[in-house]
Antibody
Framework: QVQLQESGPGLVKPSETLSLTCTVS????????WSWIRQPAGKGLEWIGR???????NYNPSLKSRVTMSVDTSKNQFSLNLSSVTAADTAMYYC????????????????WGQGTLVTVSS | SYELTQPPSVSVSPGQTARITCSGD??????GYWYQQKPGQAPVVVIY???ERPSGIPERFSGSSSGTTVTLTISGVQAEDEADYYC????????????FGGGTKLTVL
């Protein structure tokens, strides 16, 4: 089973860029699709986007203009940048491994990190 | 935009059967997936491909699909099943995108 661990600042100022990293162990970063998902306190889950080293990225249309994801194969890590943050971006951020696709369609999230809380506040 | 609709809450007594529904227009064409999330924990998939159960998930968890609705059934509910449950599927307009339902709080009375 793949293990994932999120890391990054817990506090980000409004209008700045939120940057998080997910470190993967127990599997190669090059072998799977990887996603970011967030969850405001007391609310539901929101998929942010995914990255696959051989296919590029897919982003949630509602966040696409502010999201960038990247992969560092040398460190077996992938990262999330979310620009121009506001208080509405305050949430628990999870990284996850996508389960294998079916007929090229994404399926579900098989492994999750424990999550990291990011607060947007001045 | 495409949505998956779940009831906000379901309550059952221990030993009874809980059914949580998830409705969406794309569900006849796209698989539904179910996650269980307990307080302070990351979600865990309990049903995939509408009705498949991952290894390690108790047999009391089952899933079904009919038309635009997928249903998570928990038979013989136990106190430990109290949690939030989320359905997930692919966005009908672009299947590379993921959609979650709003979540259902299962309360074991």
């Amino acid at each position: 089973q793949v293990q994932l661990q999120e890391s990054g600042p817990g506090l980000v100022k409004p209008s700045e860029t939120l940057s998080l990293t997910c470190t993967v162990s127990g599997g190669s970063i090059s072998s799977y699709y990887w996603s970011w998902i967030r969850q405001p306190a007391g609310k539901g889950l929101e998929w942010i986007g995914r990255i696959y080293i051989r296919k590029g990225t897919n982003y949630n249309p509602s966040l696409k203009s502010r999201v960038t994801m990247s992969v560092d194969t040398s460190k077996n890590q992938f990262s999330l940048n979310l620009s121009s943050v506001t208080a509405a971006d305050t949430a628990m951020y999870y990284c996850a491994r996508d389960a294998p696709r079916i007929n090229l369609v994404p399926t579900y999230f098989a492994d999750w990190g424990q999550g990291t809380l990011v607060t947007v506040s001045s | 935009s495409y949505e998956l609709t779940q009831p906000p809450s379901v309550s059952v007594s221990p030993g009874q059967t809980a059914r949580i529904t998830c409705s969406g227009d794309a569900l006849p064409k796209q698989y539904g997936y179910w996650y269980q999330q307990k307080p302070g924990q990351a979600p865990v998939v309990v049903i995939y491909k509408d009705s498949e159960r991952p290894s390690g998930i108790p047999e009391r968890f089952s899933g079904s699909s009919s038309g635009t609705t997928v249903t998570l059934t928990i038979s013989g509910v136990q106190a430990e099943d109290e949690a939030d449950y989320y359905c997930q599927s692919a966005d009908s307009s672009d299947t590379s995108h993921v959609i979650f339902g709003g979540g259902t709080k299962l309360t074991v009375l």
